[in-house]
């Protein structure tokens, strides 16, 4: 009798666990299915824009001709400011948040921000970089304000990302440091922070991948309808690839004649992200090789 029930509560759990695999392979499946068929209509629309003039030129007669040339450098010129500005800070707000802050419910309380900040929607962002960076410090439409704004934007997702992969890092790390006469600073800098440089890393191609595609928070603080030149300083407004491929969407007169520009530079655009995203994850590897060594 006991043998029976048993084999029936096996046979309930062979079903439950082939029914539960069926819905990831089918959740998986329809993911793939989803990204192809995005990616598909990419392709068949925007590969006959592709070509090194479309990469290397300026555009011309009200964006029906020519490239994307300013946009692509603007984008990467947005982006890297963005990292570049919001990186330290993030590491060192993890640092606090996970190797010195003591608990309690302020240090509940800022997580819980930062957790909010995240979600919250670019266009936020977008209009407080307006309201701070270029009229309350004067900074104007230029490639410094959208660059803070991405910084911001992309600032909560680094710092949870640093202070996982920082907690993340053995106890016995530090302790062994701590034994051998080192400060709790020192300590943190010899022996925490590079064993967690990984997963910063991870974080950052998370705040590529968000920053490079962003509109609205570019919208109001950097991005230029048209520039005939690249940005020479700061305070110079920029051409962008996710601005570029909105204006040529929705406020041409000529939208049907730059459809297939639409989609190459959208093309672009993806590429762009990927070899973003391929460059971080090689560091990290590489990182990671040098820690095995």
């Known amino acids: 009798m006991i043998a029976n029930v048993t084999t029936e509560g096996q046979r309930r759990r062979r079903i439950v666990q082939r029914i539960a695999f069926a819905l990831l392979a089918l959740s998986t499946a329809f993911g793939f299915l989803a990204l192809g068929v995005i990616l ?9 824009a592709l070509s090194w003039e479309f990469l290397t030129t300026f ?18 010129y947005l982006t890297v400011g963005a990292v570049l500005l ?13 190797e010195y802050s003591r608990g309690g419910l302020w240090v509940r309380m800022i997580r819980v921000g930062v957790n909010s900040l995240a979600g919250v929607p670019s266009i936020v962002f977008g ?3 307006l309201a701070f960076f270029v009229k ?33 890092v053995p106890m016995n790390f530090r302790e062994g440091a701590l034994a051998l006469g080192a400060t709790k600073w020192h300590a943190v800098r010899t022996v925490v922070l590079p064993s967690a440089i990984p997963g910063i ?5 998370l705040g590529i991948s968000r920053a490079i595609g962003e509109t609205a928070p570019i919208m109001f603080t950097a991005a230029a309808f048209y520039m005939s030149r690249l940005p020479e300083t700061l305070s110079d407004k920029v051409m962008a690839l996710p601005y570029h491929i909105f204006v040529m ?5 000529n939208y049907y004649k730059t459809r297939n520009l ?21 560091w990290r590897a590489r990182v990671r090789r040098r820690k095995q060594w």
Do not use: C, D, H
Not at 40 to 48: E, L, P, V
């Open 40 to 48: 598909y209509s990419m392709i068949a629309n925007g590969a006959s």
């Open 59 to 76: 555009p011309r007669k009200m964006m029906t001709e020519g490239g994307i040339y300013p946009a692509l450098v603007g984008s990467f």
């Open 86 to 98: 919001s990186l330290p800070l993030a590491v060192a707000s993890a640092i606090w948040l996970s």
């Open 127 to 129: 209009l407080l970089g």
């Open 136 to 168: 309350v410090l004067g900074f104007g439409v230029s490639l410094l304000s959208g660059a803070l704004t991405l910084a911001l934007l992309i600032l909560p997702i680094l710092i949870r990302a640093g202070e996982e992969a920082l907690q993340a």
């Open 201 to 205: 890393l991870t974080g950052v191609i």
């Open 249 to 253: 969407a929705t406020e041409s007169p």
């Open 262 to 282: 639409q989609f190459g530079a959208a093309l672009v655009l993806l590429g762009m992200v990927l070899l973003m995203n391929l460059g971080a994850v090689t």
